[in-house]
């Protein structure tokens, strides 16, 4: 069974900064692209960053410059570290990634369960 479970939310001043953290459990064969995307209230869902197994990445206009996303593919985690925040960027955030699971030759998108970032004064 695999799983995503992330950490690191909270409240946070305008202005200051937050890491996100989510690491990818189970019997896994493969993992792809990890990534992050969040969803504010009365919002869709929308993509925040992505990294590669190879480390390429690619980002939201309106985080680029302010936030980075990173992995360690030996501990299966990936990492948004969040500067310069504003309450803009208030939502739950999610983690994702392209998994293939050791029992199985399909890879599917897994989802972690959510975390909240809140960017208040």
């Known amino acids: 069974q695999v799983q995503l479970v992330e950490s690191g939310g909270g409240l946070v001043q305008p202005g200051g900064s937050l890491r996100l953290s989510c690491k990818a459990s189970?019997?896994?064969?493969?993992?792809?692209?990890m990534g992050w995307y969040r969803q504010a209230p009365g919002k869709q869902r929308e993509f925040v960053a992505t990294?590669?197994?190879?480390?390429?990445?690619d980002y939201l206009d309106s985080v680029k410059g302010r936030f980075t996303v990173s992995r360690d593919n030996t501990e299966n985690t990936v990492v948004l570290q969040m500067n310069s925040l504003n309450p803009e960027d208030t939502a739950v955030y999610y983690c994702?990634?392209?998994?293939?699971?050791?029992?199985?030759?399909?890879?599917?998108?897994?989802w972690g369960q959510g975390t909240q970032v809140t960017v208040s004064s």
């Open positions: 189970g019997t896994i064969r493969s993992i792809y692209n």
């Open positions: 994702n990634g392209g998994i293939t699971p050791w029992t199985s030759r399909s890879t599917k998108a897994y």
């Open positions: 990294i590669t197994s190879g480390g390429f990445t």
